[in-house]
């Protein structure tokens, strides 16, 4: 599998933005669960969201749950990361993930990843 991560840019604070990620092949996320993960300048990667295969239950971290929109488009075969009120503490490089579990992305691992695509929140 092999996934491309899209979407990032400069965003100011309070402003939204949404993350795609493209898989190659057909139905994908039927398959596999996808992750979205972000890596701050000298932080630790950190988990962000989670969907499990078939789109049936999503999973979040608390410094995202009520702000981050995690979702699936079958037709396209992509994943997307909808992100309202950014803050400044929100930049880092984005990165999309695909393994057969959610427990997995959700433990922080993951089978398949894509590029990272870079969010800048302005203050």
């Known amino acids: 599998v092999q996934l491309q991560a899209s979407g990032g840019g400069l965003v100011q604070a309070g402003g939204s933005l949404r993350l795609s990620c493209g898989a190659s092949?057909?139905?994908?996320?039927?398959?596999?669960?996808a992750g979205w993960f972000r890596q701050a300048p000298g932080k630790e990667r950190e988990f962000l969201a989670a969907?499990?295969?078939?789109?049936?239950?999503?999973y979040y971290a608390e410094p995202v749950k009520g702000r981050f929109t995690i979702s699936v488009d079958n037709a396209k075969n992509a994943v997307y990361l909808r992100m309202n009120s950014l803050k400044s503490e929100d930049t880092a490089v984005y990165f999309c993930?695909?393994?057969?579990?959610?427990?997995?992305?959700?433990?922080?691992?993951?089978?398949?990843w894509g590029q990272g695509t870079l969010v800048t929140v302005s203050s």
């Open positions: 969907i499990t295969r078939g789109a049936i239950s999503t």
């Open positions: 092949g057909r139905n994908t996320f039927s398959t596999y669960a």
């Open positions: 993930a695909a393994d057969l579990t959610s427990a997995r992305l959700r433990s922080g691992t993951g089978q398949y």
